[in-house]
């Protein structure tokens, strides 16, 4: 065990370590986010939610729905 934690304390290593977590981390995220239709669907509708003006157009977004309530 003693030797791994050696492997690991060389910077080279350490570093080619790291990369390869965070690049494997990246590519599970991504392919989480992107595989499944309907979360593809939703997060597909979130991309115009800068240029809308009006909270009631927001899709799922109850934020708003009372504005003329007072």
Do not use: Q
């Not at 965070?22 to 995220?29: A, G, H, L």
């Not at 239709?37 to 115009?48: G, I, P, Q």
């Not at 800068?50 to 708003?64: C, E, L, R, T």
């Amino acid at each position: 065990m003693s030797d791994l934690w050696m492997w690991l304390g060389n910077l080279t290593n350490s570093k080619i370590t790291a990369l390869l977590i965070f690049f494997t981390s990246f590519v599970v995220i991504v392919l989480y986010v992107y595989s499944g239709k309907k979360r593809k669907a939703r997060l597909e509708s979130y991309k115009d939610i800068p240029f809308v003006d009006d909270h009631d157009k927001i899709p799922g977004s109850s934020a708003g729905s009372n504005k003329g309530d007072n």
